[in-house]
């Protein structure tokens, strides 16, 4: 059974250095980390990948079909938890301008990783178009036409955040609360974490109010689906885990049945084919919309997912003791937080092979179980593959040392200088 302070205890455990992908670079060499956070966001990455395959049967069945949170939540949680551990010691311990800037840079980096990822999936689905090879209307599918009709306009709006199509719009979100970091920072050197905790709260208060929001498209009046100051709850709470201002819950038998309860009570309300089945539950569902919302993070979807990832804490065991096997399961393990470490760039391979695959796959069968089958395991090889590529080169190879000086041949007849021999 796990310890209440282990949370705490992994995030003053971790060097800064250590930090997930999301927040910053994952580099090998340090302090062993906790194996939970690296585990349950490969979980995430997973899940992510299956619900933006297009026309993907297997979404029918992630967690989101069964509850109001769904993989969202454990990407902006764990994100909130990475950047605890990457910028909370800079702020504490550097200073809070060190702290803003490392926020910055971080900022500048996922924001152009945002760019290139829209350019790349805008111009593959509009050459796919082009060909006039297919009958489907792929820029349509996602609902581009009104930037390619338009460009002059909609490409400045795109490049200042304020055309955030849908598909595209999970790393905006995070920008958005990655900027907030300095002004929660501040409000605990300023009162402590109960005045920066306050702050979050309100600020999630008054997005469910619906009284701040941001422009999603120059032509409308719809907001960003993901509401910043709304998910920055959620983001926050892994923070304040991470950097102890937030005492973990106490692992009980009451609690976990309690959560337990939680997650069943709201399978009727979320699973389509009992809402199909049963009228009455539909206009419940419909009703408690308010409070389920994707958008503004309604409370349900807070305490779905905080029931969620308490039973997910203590199957993990002490320190995640059951996530530390051999053989098969070991092997399972390993890789799954592999993908967790390079979540950035497996996050988006993960969007441009869905759209690439689902291209192939309507070429080939639409209806196919087999089919549907070797999309999903193909779209799985794909992210392994990045997470393991992109850490090879994290790990700078070309910059180790060689493990024996070779000899330099002595020559006889020659006047260049052994430095001279050895460069060539």
């Not at 297919?134 to 390619?148: I, P, R, T």
């Not at 960003?224 to 709304?230: E, G, L, T, V």
């Not at 199909?276 to 994707?294: F, H, N, Q, S, Y």
């Amino acid at each position: 059974m796990d310890k209440a302070p282990s949370l705490s205890v992994a995030a003053s455990n971790a060097a800064p250095d250590v930090a997930p992908d999301l927040a910053g670079d994952h580099r090998p060499g340090q302090r062993q980390r906790d194996p939970r956070l690296d585990f349950f966001r490969g979980l995430g990455m997973f899940i992510i990948f299956v619900a933006h395959l297009p026309g993907n049967w297997g979404a029918l069945w992630i967690p989101a079909r069964f509850g109001f949170s769904d993989a969202t939540e454990i990407f902006v949680f764990c994100s909130g938890m990475a950047s605890a551990i990457a910028f909370g010691r800079v702020f504490e311990f550097i200073g809070w301008r060190m702290g803003t800037a490392r926020i910055l840079y971080r900022m500048w980096q996922v924001y152009w990783a945002h760019i290139g990822l829209f350019l790349v999936i805008a111009s593959m689905l509009a050459a796919a178009d082009a060909t006039g090879w297919f009958a489907k209307d792929y820029v349509g599918e996602l609902n581009l036409h009104y930037f390619f009709d338009n460009p002059a306009v909609n490409l400045p709006a795109f490049l200042t955040l304020t055309y955030v199509p849908n598909y595209f719009d999970i790393l905006p979100m995070y920008i958005a609360i990655l900027a907030m970091v300095p002004i929660v920072m501040g409000l605990r050197r300023i009162g402590g974490p109960g005045l920066a905790m306050a702050a979050v709260v309100v600020m999630w208060l008054v997005a469910n109010f619906r009284l701040i929001d941001l422009p999603a498209e120059p032509w409308s009046n719809r907001p960003w689906f993901f509401n910043p100051f709304a998910w920055q709850l959620c983001f926050f709470t892994g923070f304040a885990f991470m950097r102890g201002w937030l005492a973990p819950p106490p692992v009980s038998r009451r609690l976990a049945v309690v959560a337990a309860l939680v997650v069943i009570a709201t399978v009727p309300f979320a699973y389509f084919r009992i809402l199909g089945a049963v009228p009455e539950l539909l206009e419940m569902a419909r009703a408690i919309l308010p409070v389920t919302d994707k958008t503004h993070f309604g409370i349900l979807r807070y305490v779905h997912f905080l029931s969620l990832a308490y039973l997910a804490w203590i199957a993990a065991g002490e320190a995640g003791a059951r996530l530390r096997g051999s053989g098969a399961w070991g092997v399972f393990v390993r890789i799954v937080q592999k993908v967790g470490q390079q979540s950035l760039a497996v996050f988006l391979m993960s969007l441009v092979a869905a759209q690439a695959i689902a291209i192939v796959r309507d070429q080939v069968s639409t209806e196919d179980y087999m089919g549907q089958i070797v999309s999903n395991l193909v779209g799985f090889a794909i992210l392994i593959a990045t997470a393991y590529v992109v850490g090879w080169f994290k790990q700078a190879p070309w910059a180790k040392k060689p493990h024996k000086q070779q000899a330099v041949p002595h020559r006889a007849h020659s006047s260049e200088p052994a430095a001279a021999t050895a460069a060539e």
